[in-house]
């Protein structure tokens, strides 16, 4: 199976908050990430989180890290139609820069 | 923030033909840039290192003649696509690190805005 794996599909209503699950497997990890995708384009780094660290807040967004449990999660709070894009988590080896992508979670914005 | 720049950002092929794609750190020295590959509605998934002046080490699975890499500065990595086909066509996309960060798996990554090939 995958190394780091999240759910395919996020939908929810325009103001409500979104949390989008990531699991991932080897605790060894030193930096945890959240990327954004929009539709044809790169990847927007949202925000990133040392393993050290159980949260991180940066406005509307809320990083949370278990690493018994070795899942992470993101929020997003009042969730926009903005916001609607694909999100993947991503984890760096200890001593490496290769970044380990999550499948994905396709987050759907609706009014 | 540092940026890194992907040329082309599109790109359209025949098949046999090759393609290269560029990938330039554009305020920063990138040691080691990666190469990365997305198939339509799944995640990236890593082709290989690039480390500037040495040989590209690549993952698993990944023909190392079939993408050659080249990372002949620090602020430029190229990756070229032998004899195309259509199941080549793909979105690629690279990502550098700014060596001045500090030592590897310790700062932002970043990103190019990807390179979308179509090989007919």
């Known amino acids: 199976g995958e190394d780091v794996e999240q759910s395919l599909f996020l939908s929810v209503r325009e103001g409500d908050s979104s949390v989008i699950n990531c699991t991932y497997t080897?605790?060894?990890?030193?930096?945890l990430y959240w990327y954004k995708q929009e539709p044809g384009a790169g990847l927007q780094l949202l925000t990133y989180i040392f393993s050290n660290m159980d949260m991180k807040q940066d406005q509307r967004l809320t990083v949370l890290l278990n690493k018994k449990d070795k899942h992470l999660s993101l929020r997003i709070a009042d969730t926009q139609t903005g916001d609607s894009a694909i999100y993947f988590c991503a984890e760096i080896r200890a001593n490496t820069d290769k970044l380990i992508f999550g499948t994905g979670t396709r987050l759907q914005v609706f009014p | 923030g540092a940026v890194v720049s992907q040329h082309p950002s599109r790109v359209i092929c025949k098949s046999g033909t090759s393609v290269k794609i560029e990938c330039r750190s554009l305020?920063?020295?990138?040691?080691?840039m990666f190469w990365y590959r997305q198939f339509p509605k799944q995640s990236l998934m890593l082709m290989a290192t690039s480390n500037e002046g040495s040989k590209a080490t690549y993952e698993q699975g990944v023909e190392k003649d079939k993408f050659l890499i080249n990372h002949a500065s620090l602020t430029l990595s190229t990756l070229t696509v032998t004899s195309a086909h259509p199941e080549d066509s793909s979105f690629y996309i690279c990502?550098?690190?700014?060596?001045?960060?500090?030592?590897?798996?310790?700062?932002?990554?970043?990103f190019g805005e990807g390179s979308r090939l179509t090989v007919l």
């Open positions: 080897d605790s060894s990890s030193t930096y």
């Open positions: 305020d920063f020295q990138a040691t080691t």
């Open positions: 990502s550098a690190r700014d060596r001045s960060s500090g030592g590897a798996g310790t700062g932002e990554l970043f």
